[in-house]
């Protein structure tokens, strides 16, 4: 990482349902959106859930263009200093919610393959970056495909969370970049390879993450969607734009 501020891309994934602490929101029905920082927006293909922290602490929070963010309080100032909102540094609460309000929450995930993706546990996310909220694309990141994981191996953990099989089993890896020596998911490639049995290895999680992260970028070549064929390092600027400019992605510096 340099020394400039990081760009992340903010994925709009639609709140489809208004259960319970949620409720408040469902006026706002087809602008409610959880909304995930991501450095990887060309994998949105093989998105199969969305992750938040249980314990977090989240709110709703509306955008100048009528867009509902639910998302960390600390993104939330972020965002009103990046000129999402009428004044600087002032945000527009409509809700305080936690992470375990959002627990088995139906999303519309754009570009994804799956219509409807669920809200699940992440207890490795760090409310401190990004948004707290992460999207999850288990073909290409080892954090996403050991969390999934264990949530489809332990359904008396998930459980806990009010997560159903329903809303994991049917969400197979979506293979949607070809790197070569670590064919189309390379996540799972590299867990195999490392035994990475927990998200709990952290040591071999990282040194998982670092390796695909980079060949993903350098050697990585697009095999789903509009874009198959292309190299990632070409079509990751591309497919960012396409999603910016269709709404249903924004920029957030940090
Ligand atoms: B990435 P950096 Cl396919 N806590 O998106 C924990 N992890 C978080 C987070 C938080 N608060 N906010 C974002 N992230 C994740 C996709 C992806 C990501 C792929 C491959 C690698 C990858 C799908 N998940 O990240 O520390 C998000 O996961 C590898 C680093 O700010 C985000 O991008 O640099 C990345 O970590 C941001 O990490």
Same mark, same amino acid.
């Given at each position: 990482?340099?020394?400039? +501020? ?12 208004? +259960? ?13 959106? %959880? ?84 809200? %699940? ?48 089993? +049917? ?33 071999? %999680? ?49």
């Amino acid at each position: 990482e340099g020394v400039g +501020p990081q760009e992340y891309t903010i994925i709009k994934l639609k709140v489809l349902e208004f +259960p319970g602490a949620l409720a408040p929101l469902s006026s706002k029905a087809g602008s409610v959106f %959880l909304a995930p920082a991501t450095l990887r927006p060309e994998t949105m293909y093989g998105q199969t859930n969305c992750f938040a922290l249980p314990e977090g602490k989240y709110g709703a929070y509306e955008m100048l263009n009528g867009d509902v963010f639910i998302i960390s309080e600390r993104s939330a100032k972020g965002f009103s200093c990046q000129g999402y909102t009428e004044e600087f540094g002032v945000t527009k609460k409509l809700l305080d919610l936690t992470g375990m309000d959002l627990m088995g929450l139906p999303l519309e995930a754009p570009n994804a393959k799956y219509e409807r993706v669920y809200t %699940l546990p992440l207890l490795t996310i760090s409310m401190g970056k990004g948004t707290g909220i992460v999207t999850s694309v288990p073909s290409d990141a080892p954090d996403d495909y050991v969390s999934l994981k264990m949530l489809v191996d332990k359904p008396e953990w998930a459980e806990k969370y009010g997560i159903t099989k329903e809303m994991v089993e +049917p969400f197979e890896v979506v293979p949607i970049i070809e790197i070569p020596g670590y064919g189309t998911t390379s996540a799972v490639f590299m867990c195999e390879k490392l035994k990475i049995a927990s998200y709990n290895d952290k040591d071999k %999680l990282a040194k998982a993450k670092d390796e695909t992260y980079l060949k993903g970028f350098t050697s990585g070549i697009m095999r789903y969607g509009p874009h198959s064929g292309k190299k990632v390092s070409e079509a990751k600027p591309i497919i960012k734009n396409e999603m910016i400019e269709a709404g249903q992605a924004c920029l957030y510096f940090e």
